[in-house]
């Protein structure tokens, strides 16, 4: 059984600082391409980061400079911290786990419970 476990959400000030983790099982991790999505109210679900196996990563326009996407193969997580964190940043945060190259933008694979980031003015 394939599960993706977020931790790291809450309540921020505008220019603060996040740290997300996921914790995945039941994969073969480091065969894995792993991101981090977001979806707001309202908005649809958008790629903020992603990291191929080989640690090749990806950013939303939107985070480039403030995001940083990491993992740890031999502890089966991925890591997201955040940085200069933005009202706009405010969203469910939710774990991705891809076995193949399918473009970032196509929703696809296995999926955490996500986790509430909160960004406050």
């Known amino acids: 059984q394939v599960q993706l476990v977020e931790s790291g959400g809450g309540l921020v000030q505008a220019g603060g600082s996040l740290r997300l983790s996921c914790a995945a099982s039941?994969?073969?991790?480091?065969?894995?391409?792993m991101g981090w999505y977001r979806q707001a109210p309202g908005k649809q679900r958008e790629l903020v980061a992603g990291i191929r196996r080989g640690s090749r990563t990806i950013y939303a326009d939107s985070v480039k400079g403030r995001f940083t996407i990491s993992r740890d193969d031999a502890k089966s997580t991925v890591n997201l911290q955040m940085s200069s964190l933005k009202p706009d940043d405010t969203a469910v945060y939710y774990c991705?786990?891809?076995?193949?190259?399918?473009?970032?933008?196509?929703?696809?694979?296995?999926w955490g419970q996500g986790t509430q980031v909160t960004v406050s003015s």
């Open positions: 039941g994969i073969s991790f480091s065969i894995y391409d």
């Open positions: 991705n786990a891809r076995s193949s190259t399918v473009a970032w933008s196509i929703m696809f694979g296995y």
